[in-house]
Structures are given as structure tokens and as C-alpha cells.
């Protein structure tokens, strides 16, 4: 037996692109939580939190930069593992993963379509909703999901306007607002990718639980030929 070339060995072992949002301190903990035992290895690009946006969509300038980096670690897929998309109404995501994947070549996924496509072929006909915001910033959430034929009921704000803090809500706590909203629906999605929703158990006294975080992580898997992995 001869050991493998490095060319070898970096092709056994699958990279996947991550791009979040610079104050987030959940999504590489969860990712590789996720990908532990796995032949996978993420590389992660950050893009400023404060200025991703221009009016109603995004600065494709910064994202094509952290694309343009991760390209360059070889990775097989991309995934933007944020929230954002939703507020922005899904189709600014839809444009972002055309214009990278013209760019780079590569499959590009979001949390925010990913979430999209998972509840709908879930067939949940009702959610309710844990965001890290005010009642300002879940009613517009949730009006994004009605709007793509989604339906949410009961939410819950936690109230945390600055992002990088919802990263020190307690698991304990998570759990209370999930539960606050799973009366009378059929799973409850926690809808920010900074809140600690992967720890929580898939399901919660019965209830399923959907984790924003993990939703980006698995379809990132999927476009990466990881699926089921």
C-alpha cells in the first residue's frame, strides 16, 4: 500500500465555503459540531455586517470578494449562512446565488431559501417563530414567509438589537420562547443564525424544532454531494 499524494488527500476530504456575517459567533461552532467525523473540512470568509446591504438588496461586492477567497481553498460548494434574506423578501438571496455561481462556478445556497424549500416540502401549515429582533422585525419576517405561502403564527422577540449578543442567549432561554409559540402549531423555526438554536433538541415536546443555522448547514452539505451524510 502507498500513501496518498497530497493531491490525494485534500480531494478525500470535501471543503465547503461559509460565508457569514462578521459579528456572528454561532455558525462555526455549529458547523463544525456538524461536520465532526465527517470527510469534510469548512472554510469560512466573513462579509461587514453593517454594510452588505444597499437599500433593499445587497452589496454583491463583498460577497463576491469572500466568494472569490474561498474559491481559492477549493471549496465544492458555497452557502450564505445568515437570516438576512428573509427580511429582504427571498429574491435578493435568488440573485446572490445566480450572480457567485456565474462568477465562481460554484452551487451557491442560503439559509433563507434553504428554510424556504425545507418547510414547504416539510408541509408545515403552521409556524411559529422565535426571532433575536423586536415585534417590528418578526412581523416583517413573518409577512415574508406568509408572502412566499408560509404561514406563521405566534412569535416570540427576544429583543436584542445588537447582533453579536444573541450569541450569549442561554439555550434555557431559546427553549422558553419556543415553546411560548408552539401551542397550536407545527414546528417552531428559531430565525437568526447569531442564536444558539443548535443546541436545542430537534423537537420540543413534541413540537419540531427548526434551526436557522442548521437549515444553511445541511443544504450546503446537499450542494456539496454530502447529502445524508
Known amino acids: 500500500m502507498t500513501d496518498m499524494t497530497d493531491e490525494e488527500t485534500l480531494a478525500a476530504i470535501r471543503a465547503l465555503g461559509v460565508i457569514l456575517p462578521s459579528s456572528n459567533r454561532v455558525v462555526e461552532r455549529a458547523t463544525e459540531a456538524r461536520l465532526a467525523g465527517l470527510p ?29 477567497l474561498l474559491a481559492d481553498a477549493g471549496v465544492a460548494a ?11 423578501g427571498f429574491s435578493p438571496d435568488e440573485r446572490l446565488c445566480e450572480t457567485i455561481t456565474r462568477r465562481s462556478g460554484l452551487p451557491m445556497v442560503t439559509t433563507a431559501l434553504a428554510a ?10 403552521r409556524l411559529g417563530l422565535v426571532v433575536q429582533g423586536d415585534s417590528t422585525e418578526a412581523e416583517l419576517v413573518g409577512g415574508r414567509f406568509r408572502e412566499a405561502g408560509i404561514a406563521v403564527g405566534p412569535a416570540a422577540a427576544l429583543g436584542i438589537t445588537e447582533n453579536r449578543l444573541a450569541a450569549a442567549v442561554t439555550p434555557a432561554r431559546l427553549a422558553r420562547a419556543a415553546r411560548e409559540v408552539a401551542v397550536g402549531t407545527e414546528a417552531v423555526l428559531v430565525w437568526s443564525t447569531n442564536l444558539p438554536g443548535w443546541r436545542l433538541p430537534p423537537t420540543l415536546d413534541g413540537v419540531p424544532l427548526l434551526d436557522a443555522t442548521t437549515i444553511g448547514t445541511e443544504a450546503l452539505l446537499a450542494a456539496a454531494g454530502l447529502m445524508g451524510a
Open 40 to 68: 469534510a473540512a469548512a472554510c469560512y470568509a466573513r462579509v461587514p455586517y453593517g454594510a452588505m446591504l444597499k437599500g433593499e438588496s445587497y452589496d454583491e461586492s463583498v460577497f463576491l470578494t469572500a466568494a472569490d
Open 116 to 125: 424556504r424549500e425545507t418547510i414547504a416540502r416539510a408541509g408545515y401549515r
Open 78 to 88: 458555497l452557502c450564505w449562512n445568515a437570516t438576512r434574506g428573509a427580511a429582504l
